[in-house]
């Protein structure tokens, strides 16, 4: 499975979108994206740029994982940890601090004013045109920070797939287009005198709702990020235990080298304490080897010459000597960690019946708000109480949780999965284990923290308990 970033997705029907799209293009047998993780896997013979050209053609942005060098596995690490790093959830909570203090203001001048007759500067008082300006000015400056809503909602509407981040913007926008007719209509009745008039056209403002529109749904999308932060935790600390150097035996002489310089068949040391850079087999030395990050076998393991270590497991007592056998992506390390990716990136069959829905989701929501505006028209309602129902239907169906809370779920199976030392295929195999009653374990398979615990202290006859601890204390210190 070849593993490609995606970029520009906002919601479940952003990732729908792509899936369709990619699935469209000669050779692609399967393919599944994951809008937690901003990833795309796919399988069959088609090439990567015909798979890219597909994705760009969609409205979005896609690049291929790693590098072309299967060697460089440190690399390819630090590039994949980087690309797990939550940066979506700075640049949103400074959006939405910057989006609270200017609807704050403008809240004031709204709400405060209108309904609860808070006091005002002197230059405002009977002045409607002018508090219609500043309501029309503090609304525009929180919509321009907030302008991705809009540039991914009419970008997404011009491929003709419209996406959650559409129902926001056009919620919005007709809120704010209303609003300036219903100021422009204003001057036109002040002009002629028409102070009842005025006072009708000053109800029918609605930037404050323009922007609470934006800023609520702000709140939610970073929410949403710090969830998606927090579920990549355990995939970010798997690739952490990917040690970053080597002791290699160059001309008897010991040399420290990046890990990705290791080649096979290089002879490479490890004192007690470190960990072993990569796969091998052991040609001098004799120690103990702590394997439990990769097998959860608590008691350390002895190794001989001949017998095989692991990257990432440590190496407790001796000194060994050991010739590099797996290096790069053909480590046991990296074929967990891909194996963690790959099932992030795959869809379990509920997340498939998630994303068929969100995929009409949108279209129907517009067409739902359409038929709502439409039929307070001909009740005989105001444009503008029928306007303020239709944007009520865009504003309350765009929350995407149906499309993210099945992602999530399944990320967080996975995280926790390999945190424990659980590690799953496929999303499928995942959401099947939650319907699992009864696990039959042979008489060798192994459960275990992975830390060594002392249940009893049984001294022999003689020594009372606490003369065996003293000698066990002295004989560690040793």
């Known amino acids: 499975m070849e593993q490609y970033n995606v970029t520009g997705m906002s919601c479940a029907a952003c990732s729908s979108r792509v899936e369709k799209a990619v699935s469209k293009v000669p050779g692609v047998s399967t393919c599944s994206v994951s809008l937690l993780t901003n990833s795309m896997g796919v399988e069959g013979s088609a090439s990567p740029d015909s798979i890219i050209a597909a994705v760009e053609a969609a409205g979005y942005g896609a690049s291929l994982k790693g590098a072309s060098d299967t060697r460089n596995a440190s690399a390819n690490h630090a590039a994949e940890e980087d690309a797990l790093k939550d940066k979506e959830t700075p640049v949103l909570k400074k959006r939405l601090i910057a989006s609270i203090g200017f609807l704050a203001v403008l809240m004031y001048f709204s709400m405060g004013y209108m309904m609860w007759g808070w006091p005002l500067p002197s230059w405002f008082e009977g002045n409607h045109v002018a508090m219609g300006l500043l309501q029309m000015i503090l609304a525009a400056i929180v919509m321009v920070i907030n302008q991705k809503f809009f540039i991914s909602g009419f970008k997404s509407l011009w491929h003709r797939a419209p996406n959650m981040d559409t129902l926001v913007a056009l919620g919005s926008m007709a809120s704010f287009v209303w609003s300036v007719i219903a100021l422009f209509l204003m001057t036109d009745a002040q002009l002629h005198g028409d102070m009842e008039g005025v006072m009708r056209y000053m109800d029918e403002f609605y930037f404050e709702s323009a922007a609470m529109i934006l800023t609520l749904i702000t709140v939610g999308k970073m929410l949403e990020a710090r969830s998606k932060g927090k579920t990549t935790d355990a995939l970010k600390s798997l690739m952490k235990l990917a040690p970053k150097q080597a002791t290699l035996i160059i001309d008897g002489k010991e040399n420290v080298v990046p890990i990705e310089q290791v080649k096979k ?31 959860g076998e608590s008691i350390p ?45 795959t869809k379990a069959p509920i997340a498939k019946v998630a994303d068929k829905v969100s995929g009409v989701f949108v279209p129907v929501v517009i067409s739902i708000s ?24 865009l504003v309350i169906s765009c929350p995407c949780a149906l499309g993210l809370a099945t992602p999530v779920a399944i990320m967080v199976g996975n995280g926790l999965g390999a945190k424990n030392g659980i590690l799953f295929k496929t999303a499928v195999s995942l959401e099947e284990t939650g319907k ?35 000698l066990a204390c002295a004989r560690g210190k040793e």
């Open 370 to 393: 359409l038929v709502t505006l439409i039929v307070w028209l001909l009740l005989g309602k105001e444009f503008a109480y029928a306007l303020a129902r239709g944007i009520s239907v």
């Open 265 to 295: 068949g290089d002879i490479f040391a490890v004192r007690p304490g470190e960990s072993i850079p990569v796969d091998g087999i052991v040609t001098e030395g004799n120690s103990a080897v702590n394997e439990a990050a990769l097998t």
């Open 436 to 470: 699992v009653q009864i696990v039959a374990l042979d008489k060798t398979g192994t459960i275990t923290n992975g830390t060594p615990k002392v249940t009893d202290i049984v001294p022999a006859e003689g020594i009372s308990e606490s003369e065996l601890l003293s």
């Open 301 to 345: 393991v002895d190794k001989a010459p001949g017998d095989l270590v692991s990257a990432a497991t440590i190496n407790q007592s001796g000194y060994l000597r050991c010739e590099a056998s797996r290096v790069g992506e053909d480590t046991t390390l990296s074929q967990i960690i891909k194996m963690v990716s790959d099932a992030a990136a």
